[in-house]
């Protein structure tokens, strides 16, 4: 903005510099010119009368040569040339006069309408030629058939004017230096606020809420200024009441989930008394018992995602890190859940690095049960390391060496929406999938899904977070808050040919030194 009106300020010093310097040269070779020219034919009329008194008519060319010298005696330096007829006389009698006095100026002189005057242009210099008709004195004013013509050299005026214009160029510089400067001076005034409300912009856009800018003057910078702050005000107080609610919603839904444990864990022992004796109970009763312990499950596992899900939303989750072999921890949580079987594996041997084995295994969980539960055999899951330069696994970017752990499954794959959702909090893939059975429930889960037991240090249990069409929707929302609390993350992978869907664990490879620390 400073250059644009910097330039513009010149730009407009330069145009009225160059219109006046136009309008001054204009004005002054008129003036110079009407005055020369005024002067020429004054006095080639006066001194023609003067001489004309005496002069005897008709002349000789002797006579002609005469009156022409005597008049040009009396104008100077001009040249005269008279005219009679066929008789031409020269007060120079070495000038060329044929190429400077024009035929319509003759013919002009000759009809005897006056004096009468021609600016003409000859051998590259400018005169003046003024041309009169001698009359005789009676009253009558015929013309006596003389003709009088005095040319004047312009080149003294057109060096006069010349000059002028060379000046008033001169003068366009330091005219043009004076607006930049002046264009200078009027952007910092105009730019200063400006910036500051541009700074202040980008620390309320930073997240600075209490970023204000001063208000100075009544103009409409200042009215802008104070715009700003009213609007900064106003946000800042929306933010802080948007954070209030926000703190009282986290804390009602850990309160809520708090206080449901304890009941949950009677109403699940019940169940499972229940469900142990359903064989001997009828039909529909045994439906029912084991219908109940399936959604006390549910229940119990919904409770201990909202309850994880309000420790990451607090900023209470924790990692207890140590160095782990990664594909032990894999088999482990396979194995836990009766997996081992139904997952082809790709697990390099070697592999360590500093994580939370417990979050791991959650994630792990949600990811391959995701893959058996709604995918299509074969599900594969493969470990590698990918240096620095990236490629050979999706999410992997510039960096440090990072460890992938990749699990795909052939089946119907995800629809595009669900690419972009798949990760929100309560979202579900499949909307038409309908609850089943609490038979069908573990077998797909596996009993160790059913455990809903919290961590010793108040985490998931072995099972929890897991989604699906009996989940509680927010597994894969634990799985990648997991992932972002190793400063890694969760990638869906490109739609492969075969069909099928990929999700990519993508975890920084962090090893710890001989004495044991990260």
Do not use: C
Request: no cysteine; proline share 4%.
């Amino acid at each position: 903005m400073r250059v644009r009106l910097v330039v513009t300020f010149v730009l407009v010093a330069l145009l009225s510099a160059v219109t006046a310097t136009a309008l001054a040269y204009r004005d002054a070779r008129t003036a110079v010119l009407q005055r020369t020219q005024n002067t020429a034919v004054d006095d080639l009329r006066e001194r023609t009368a003067t001489v004309a008194a005496g002069f005897d008519m008709p002349p000789d060319q002797r006579s002609l040569s005469r009156f022409a010298a005597e008049v040009s005696e009396g104008l100077g330096a001009r040249i005269v040339v008279a005219r009679h007829q066929d008789l031409t006389a020269v007060s120079d009698t070495y000038a060329d006069t044929e190429g400077r006095i024009t035929a319509e100026l003759r013919a002009a002189v000759r009809a005897g309408d006056g004096t009468r005057f021609q600016r003409v242009e000859w051998r590259g210099e400018p005169y003046l030629v003024v041309g009169t008709p001698v009359t005789y004195a009676d009253g009558d004013r015929r013309t006596s058939g003389l003709e009088v013509f005095a040319i004047t050299d312009l080149a003294a005026e057109r060096d006069d004017t010349a000059a002028l214009l060379d000046s008033v160029q001169e003068g366009i510089v330091p005219v043009v230096m004076a607006a930049a400067l002046l264009a200078l001076l009027a952007a910092g005034t105009v730019l200063r606020p400006v910036r500051k409300l541009g700074r202040a912009t980008r620390e309320l856009a930073a997240g600075d809420l209490g970023s204000r800018v001063a208000v100075r003057g009544h103009d409409e910078l200042a009215d802008l200024a104070r715009t700003f702050n009213e609007t900064a005000g106003a946000l800042q107080s929306s933010d802080a009441e948007l954070r209030t609610q926000e703190a009282k919603a986290r804390r009602f839904v850990a309160d809520v989930s708090h206080e449901l444990r304890t009941p949950l864990a009677a109403m699940a022992m019940v169940a499972t008394v229940l469900e142990e004796d359903a064989d001997q109970l009828p039909p529909d009763a045994a439906r029912a018992a084991r219908t109940v312990g399936a959604e006390t499950a549910r229940l119990s596992r919904l409770v201990e995602d909202l309850m994880e899900i309000s420790r990451f939303d607090a900023g209470a989750a924790r990692l207890n890190a140590s160095e782990t072999d990664l594909a032990d921890t894999v088999r482990a949580s396979l194995a836990l859940r009766g997996w081992t079987d139904r997952v082809t594996l790709d697990l390099p041997e070697g592999v360590r690095a500093v994580v939370d084995r417990r979050r791991v295994d959650v994630i792990v969980a949600n990811l391959v049960g995701n893959a058996l539960r709604h995918g299509a055999p074969p599900v594969t899951v493969t470990l590698a390391v990918v240096g620095a330069g990236g490629g050979g696994a999706p999410g992997v970017g510039e960096g440090g060496e990072r460890v992938v752990l990749e699990v795909a499954d052939r089946g119907p794959g995800l629809p595009p929406e669900a690419r972009e959702r798949v990760f929100d909090r309560f979202y579900k893939a499949d909307e038409a999938r309908t609850r089943t059975t609490a038979t069908a429930t573990a077998t797909a889960t596996g009993p160790a899904a059913l455990d809903g037991g919290p961590a010793p240090d108040g985490g998931p249990g072995p099972g929890a977070g897991l989604d699906g069409g009996q989940g509680s929707g927010l597994g894969m929302a634990i799985a990648l808050e997991n992932a972002r609390l190793h400063g890694g993350t969760i990638e869906v992978g490109a739609q492969r040919p075969g069909g099928g869907a990929a999700f990519a664990l993508v975890l920084p490879l962090r090893r710890t030194d001989g004495e044991g620390e990260e």
